[in-house]
């Protein structure tokens, strides 16, 4: 068993234990420890220790941190043998966790926790890890179908390079199909100023995408053979096409920057749109 653990962090709440689930599924996958993290931001002052926060939206589990994470790993015995620990760690959740990936496999979120209300469809902690984090980062949301193939993001970026590494493996581990989703919408202005073509070759241009799939996907066929790849080349805006094809998967993969990451953006907008929009659990990577 190599020691680098799978990291998955709790709350108390039943989108916690959700995660749970996902995360033994890849600590048995790839045969690593499993590491049940409970941050505990109210610890950092006495003053607050042992109290009992009066939440409408809380789960009465949460408000104890041991209670938590003892009870994410009596789920774990129930369903799996994996080697599981829990700790309560002091700090916020997505700094505890954040720091925690220095040392992490995988860490693994739900997309929203105690601390999300009606109408806020993404937690701050989900998107706070994935922009953070030094190890990829899989948020559990949506309803995976378990037959369905796993879908990865390809934009020729090294970003993109990382994801698909990463897709691969998952969709060998899993005995799943790969699709590889190239998404183009050009010729677009790429800045003030710019003159786009009058007239111009579509034909020309797809298979111009067409090559940049192609020269992604070039050896990773013969690392992993058993995988089945299909090819998807979509004329559309990368985010709406991702989300699309999460309809029927288990998995979507995705870099965590594109080509052109916007200044003061620390999480790309195709990532962000899919932890907030996506029928399936994501994996943000980056290189």
């Not at 950092?44 to 926060?53: E, K, Y």
């Not at 241009?205 to 090819?231: C, F, I, M, N």
Request: hydrophobic share 45%.
């Amino acid at each position: 068993m190599t020691t680098a653990p799978v990291i998955v962090g709790v709350d108390g709440s039943a989108q916690g234990l959700g995660a749970v689930d996902l995360a033994v599924r890849e600590a048995e996958a790839r045969n690593r420890p499993l590491r049940v993290v409970y941050a505990d931001a109210w610890s950092r002052d006495p003053a607050w220790t042992g109290t009992a926060l009066a939440d409408p939206f809380t789960d009465p589990l949460a408000t104890r941190p041991e209670a938590a994470v003892h009870a994410a790993l009596e789920r774990i015995a129930a369903r799996s043998r994996v080697r599981a620990t829990g700790h309560v760690v002091r700090g916020h959740p997505a700094s505890v966790l954040a720091d925690e990936s220095h040392e992490a496999a995988l860490v693994v979120v739900s997309h929203r926790g105690r601390g999300g209300y009606p109408g806020l469809l993404l937690g701050s902690v989900a998107r706070d890890v994935a922009t953070h984090a030094f190890c990829p980062v899989l948020v559990a949301r949506g309803t995976p179908d378990p037959g369905g193939p796993v879908v990865v993001g390809v934009n020729g970026s090294p970003d993109s390079h990382s994801a698909l590494s990463f897709a691969f493996e998952e969709a060998d581990l899993r005995g799943a199909e790969l699709v590889a989703l190239h998404a183009w919408t050009h010729p677009v202005s790429t800045g003030p100023g710019d003159m786009l073509p009058l007239v111009h070759d579509s034909a020309l241009l797809a298979g111009e995408e067409a090559r940049v799939l192609a020269e992604s996907l070039a050896g990773w066929q013969t690392k992993y053979p058993d995988v089945a790849v299909h090819e998807r080349l979509v004329r559309s805006r990368p985010g709406p096409a991702l989300v699309e094809a999460t309809r029927g998967a288990q998995l979507v993969v995705v870099g965590a920057h594109g080509h052109r990451p916007v200044v003061g953006w620390l999480l790309g907008s195709v990532a962000h749109l899919l932890l907030h929009q996506s029928h399936c659990p994501i994996a943000v990577v980056r290189h």
